[in-house]
């Protein structure tokens, strides 16, 4: 069967694109989705929008740090264990019960910690060195003033900007935003991304194995990194490699970003670059990466004919090995883009030597997985794009750059570690 005249397959492995002007494109073409409001029971997570500032005082009122009682610490002044200066005890201070009245010169107000200090006192008398007596408390230590408070605001001052805008909220940061009395919080909307999974031998993940067919693993991958990087996945369309039911999914889809595993590279039966260009743009097919060059990404118009941005749709290798490289390099940095998030990789990384020589060819970027052991940087594989146990073997990664060659034995080079880091008796921490 040949080719039609303007078949776009071929173009980009001619004189595959330069990695890094792709991402520098993406990066260029994407912004953050808009702003959409969530309850601050249900924003960690997310991403804020906007600025934080809280509109009161946290604490609301000076507050006791312990157990004790509330008193005008000049009262104290002289009193010892062997000294005591007797108080009059006037009531007590709860959390959530006041006292009422003031505390005068000479009394004494029980209360327990996180409750209102009374108006009149100034200090709290820890309950230790103080001890009751008929309707009296023997104050048998001294105290300064402001002992034992917690000032009116010392956490947080009303006005103060208390997260900043483009802040991933931590399980604490929304523990803030609720203790300032955030009502509902702006963030960032999380990126729909539809996950096209293209192929006649695939069976969908769950499903039981086939003789001629090979379970989907690249779905269940590409969710959950998805997710991690601040995306909504959809649940996977499995497609036949038919182009006109890929350009169907494409127009029907909604999502704010596209993956199409498979169906990438220059065979006969590999429709997504054609069915792309047609439906939208195609900025770039097949990368000057290992072990995913037949990549690609390019642009579909706003979902349903509207007005709005173009969207970003990868063409991600068939190959698992392959389709995780393609997505962290490629997918994965627009997707934290859209959501809000940072553009670097979510990874912690370490410098360390390289137990043994690594080469590679000069005008591409190699993918290296790798394992660490005794401070050292063990090479697991280069190619093996549909192995995808060998990204399981590996603690990591290190990416050879255009310009080089390799690496020789001992030098250093930046790991990026698929977990945080994990250090044995023979390590240091970095």
Request: charged fraction near 20%; charge should be neutral.
């Amino acid at each position: 069967m040949r080719r039609p005249a303007d078949d776009v397959r071929m173009r980009g492995f001619r004189a595959r694109a330069d990695l890094e002007e792709v991402r520098r494109l993406l990066r260029a073409a994407l912004t953050p989705l808009p702003a959409e409001t969530v309850p601050v029971t249900a924003c960690a997570g997310r991403v804020l929008a906007a600025a934080m500032v809280s509109p009161v005082d946290v604490p609301g009122f000076h507050r006791a740090a312990m157990d004790g009682y509330a008193v005008r610490a000049e009262d104290t002044f002289g009193a010892a264990p062997d000294s005591p200066l007797p108080l009059r005890l006037a009531g007590d201070s709860l959390p959530g019960r006041p006292f009422k009245g003031e505390v005068g010169p000479g009394t004494a107000v029980r209360i327990m910690t996180g409750a209102p200090v009374p108006s009149g006192a100034d200090a709290v008398l820890p309950a230790e060195q103080a001890s009751e007596s008929a309707g009296q408390v023997l104050a048998a230590g001294a105290v300064t003033p402001g002992k034992n408070v917690g000032r009116r605001g010392e956490d947080v001052a009303a006005g103060t900007t208390v997260l900043p805008a483009g802040r991933r909220l931590r399980p604490q940061d929304a523990g803030l935003l609720a203790s300032v009395g955030a009502g509902p919080v702006p963030v960032v909307r999380r990126p729909r991304v539809d996950l096209l999974i293209t192929g006649d031998e695939i069976v969908p993940a769950g499903e039981a194995a086939r003789p001629d067919g090979v379970l989907d693993s690249n779905s269940v991958m590409l969710a959950a990194l998805a997710r991690r990087d601040g995306g909504r996945p959809s649940p996977p369309a499995y497609l036949p490699d038919r182009a006109e039911t890929l350009a169907a999914a494409l127009g029907a889809s909604q999502g704010d970003a596209v993956l199409i595993s498979g169906g990438s590279s220059v065979g006969l039966e590999d429709h997504a670059p054609q069915v792309v260009a047609e439906l939208g743009r195609l900025a770039a097919h097949g990368v000057a990466l290992r072990p995913a060059s037949p990549a690609g990404v390019g642009f579909l118009p706003p979902a349903g004919g509207g007005a709005g941005p173009e969207r970003p749709v990868f063409l991600i290798p068939g190959n698992p090995v392959s389709c995780l490289c393609a997505y962290d390099f490629l997918a994965g940095p627009a997707i934290r883009r859209l959501a809000g998030l940072g553009w670097e990789w979510p990874y912690p990384s370490r410098r360390l030597p390289l137990a043994r020589k690594v080469v590679s060819v000069v005008g591409r970027v190699d993918y290296l997985r790798v394992r660490v052991a005794s401070g050292m940087v063990e090479p697991l594989a280069i190619g093996g794009a549909g192995i995808l146990s060998s990204a399981v073997r590996a603690d990591g990664f290190v990416v050879v750059a255009r310009d080089a060659e390799g690496h020789a034995p001992g030098e250093e080079v930046d790991v990026f570690l698929y977990d945080a880091p994990v250090l044995t008796s023979e390590e240091e921490a970095p």
